[in-house]
């Protein structure tokens, strides 16, 4: 079946520092993959998307390039923030209604 | 304007009582979803309702019953609470069914804590 698998956290990083978030994927078909952000208490926000082979999602300065070779969309950012602190989801979705399957989260810890 | 709410936005409620969650978004969606988020923050599918017709039904225990008054409406009731079913409850909508494109807009959560 479908899955997704994102690294580990706590990633913790000092202000302005380089990031990355890596994600893989295992899908049937063509999946549209997606990065959702969930700050302290409060729902999620999509960050990001890329819908087919090859499109690079941005944001906020964030960025991810679907890579359909090595199934993967890692999330990457130049210069973090403190306010970057957060909880990053990466998902999929893939054949018919929709469904998100969702990573475990990767908690980003962003330090002055 | 909320575009997703919820509520309540906490619910504190004793093992084997019944609850309600409500979720309604103003967005004109004809989708909507309802996620659970564990302790570990594992988010997994439960329900989606497309045009208040069920369209996807997880491995979910049937304690758990969704309901669709109209499309701008999704409510969760769930009976017989368990310690278990303690978690946060996400509603989420999209324009589109069937559609993987398609954004996904999340509601701010319903903690559930079952003592």
């Known amino acids: 079946g479908n899955s997704v698998t994102q690294m580990e956290g706590p990633v913790t990083l000092s202000e302005e520092a380089f990031l990355t978030i890596n994600c893989t994927y295992t899908?049937?078909?063509?999946?549209?993959l997606f990065w959702y952000v969930q700050y302290p208490g409060e729902g999620l926000q999509l960050l990001l998307k890329?819908?087919?082979?090859?499109d690079k999602g941005s944001n906020k300065g964030f960025e991810a390039t679907y890579r359909k070779e090595t199934t993967s969309f890692h999330l990457e950012k130049g210069s973090v923030q403190v306010s970057d602190s957060a909880v990053y989801f990466c998902?999929?979705?893939?054949?018919?209604?929709?469904?998100?399957?969702f990573g475990a989260g990767t908690r980003l810890a962003v330090h002055p | 304007d909320t575009a997703v709410s919820q509520t309540p936005k906490y619910l504190v409620t004793q093992m084997g009582n019944d609850k309600s969650i409500k979720c309604e978004q103003n967005?004109?969606?004809?989708?909507m979803y309802w996620y659970k988020q564990d302790s570990k923050k594992f988010l997994k599918i439960m329900f989606s309702y497309n045009n208040k017709e069920l369209i996807i039904n997880e491995t979910v225990p049937n304690r758990f019953s969704p309901k669709s008054p109209d499309k701008a409406h999704l409510n969760l009731h769930i009976n017989s609470l368990e310690l278990g079913d303690s978690a946060v409850y996400f509603c989420?909508?999209?324009?589109?069914?069937?559609?993987?494109?398609?954004?996904?807009?999340f509601g701010p959560g319903t903690r559930l804590t079952v003592l």
């Open positions: 899908a049937t078909g063509y999946p549209s």
């Open positions: 890329a819908t087919k082979a090859d």
């Open positions: 998902a999929l979705s893939s054949g018919g209604y929709n469904k998100l399957i």
């Open positions: 967005l004109g969606h004809d989708t």
């Open positions: 989420a909508s999209s324009h589109l069914s069937g559609a993987s494109t398609d954004t996904q807009y």
